[in-house]
């Protein structure tokens, strides 16, 4: 059968998508009408910059909560067909286009790529977030405080940062290390900050009111105890939450290498903010440290934080295609971005487009989110 020719393939590309594209109008269309009433996102619309960003970002998003409608095959099956072919080769068994053409093992490209979105943006987001959850736990007492405290604290985070990143992900993700107790001991320690987090927060703020903070302090401990025992142990009943042990030994390497420049962020903000008046005033009322650092310093330092936070997913997301491409991804046969580049890099001569759709969709995604941070960083200086 004669294959696609090049705008019978970006039809059908463009067709596959639909689902983003349907999702897209109504987030951004629904978001654009209310605008005025959404604060700091409202106003992303506000600029072209972070509208691109955004649409960017909502594209892949949307892509890797719809892999199994946009797809045309399994990610993971072998067509002798399509192997090393180029865009628009027809699969004979079936009769569907490979849109992006094979790789090596004859899987399609286009489906691995359109499935490699959910990993990335499972991993990257959530990495981001505990290491979040880390860096502000020890970056407000650390900066608040000062003192002693800042001072080790400081030192431990240096020492890390101290580290060649790649180096330290050879150290922590290589098949060594992964047959060991660390990365779950490491796992383990990391998903105690959000439980114990949001047990402060609430404490601090509601502890004059015991029947509501009984309540929150509930919540947090059930839902908190049940994230822990799935994702640390793999001991969810209910086989909801979850993580493949590699996706485990590189989520805790991630979150060890990202929470200190969190720490950083989070401690030199803290410093500044604690010396402004709202803060005496909260002192000379007599509130708690803990409840000046999370209900007065914190929300004050949320826009920073916010840009540095589109960034750092950037960046992870960097981090994550790098290690698939150095072979310490996920297994060989998932279609990691980083991994498919890896893998189809020595047959660029037999096909030249084998690697480019992967290696697009990676500079696409942190593309978005750079421009994402922008917009957030010109809104958030208008307040």
């Not at 892949?60 to 909560?65: E, G, P």
Request: charged share 15%; proline share 6%.
């Amino acid at each position: 059968m004669e294959p696609l020719g090049f705008f019978e393939i970006w039809a059908g590309v463009i067709g596959r998508f639909w689902p983003v594209w349907l999702g897209l109008a109504i987030i951004m269309g629904g978001s654009a009408i209310f605008k005025r009433r959404l604060g700091l996102y409202g106003r992303l619309y506000d600029s072209n910059v972070g509208m691109i960003g955004l649409g960017l970002v909502l594209f892949w998003v949307l892509t890797a909560i719809f892999p199994d409608v946009i797809a045309t095959f399994d990610p993971i099956e072998q067509f002798a067909a399509i192997k090393r072919k180029p865009p628009g080769t027809i699969e004979t068994s079936t009769g569907v286009a490979a849109y992006f053409g094979g790789d090596n093992l004859g899987r399609d490209l286009f489906s691995r790529m359109v499935h490699g979105a959910q990993f990335v943006l499972t991993v990257a987001p959530a990495a981001t977030l505990v290491a979040y959850m880390v860096g502000i736990s020890l970056g407000l007492p650390a900066g608040y405080f000062g003192q002693r405290m800042d001072a080790v604290l400081t030192f431990i985070a240096n020492l890390v940062l101290a580290f060649p990143v790649i180096l330290l992900f050879y150290l922590l993700v290589t098949p060594g290390v992964r047959e060991t107790a660390i990365p779950n001991v490491m796992s383990g320690v990391f998903f105690a900050f959000p439980i114990i987090f949001f047990g402060v927060l609430f404490y601090s703020r509601y502890y004059a009111r015991p029947r509501l903070l009984a309540i929150q302090m509930a919540v947090t401990v059930i839902l908190g105890a049940w994230l822990y025992a799935g994702l640390v142990f793999d001991a969810d009943p209910l086989r909801i939450v979850s993580l493949e042990p590699n996706e485990l030994n590189i989520f805790a390497a991630v979150v060890f290498a990202s929470s200190p420049g969190v720490f950083r962020i989070v401690r030199g903000l803290a410093m500044d903010i604690k010396t402004r008046d709202y803060v005496a005033a909260a002192q000379t009322r007599g509130e708690s440290a803990w409840y000046i650092m999370l209900w007065e310093i914190l929300p004050n330092a949320r826009g920073p934080l916010i840009v540095d936070a589109c960034l750092r997913i950037g960046y992870t997301t960097i981090l994550l295609g790098t290690l698939g491409f150095f072979g310490l991804g996920l297994a060989p046969e998932s279609p990691d971005w980083g991994s498919m580049i890896n893998q189809t890099r020595g047959f660029i001569r037999i096909a030249p487009t084998i690697v480019l759709p992967q290696t697009i969709a990676l500079a696409m995604l942190v593309l978005g989110l750079n421009l994402l941070a922008d917009g957030l960083r010109e809104q958030s200086l208008k307040d």
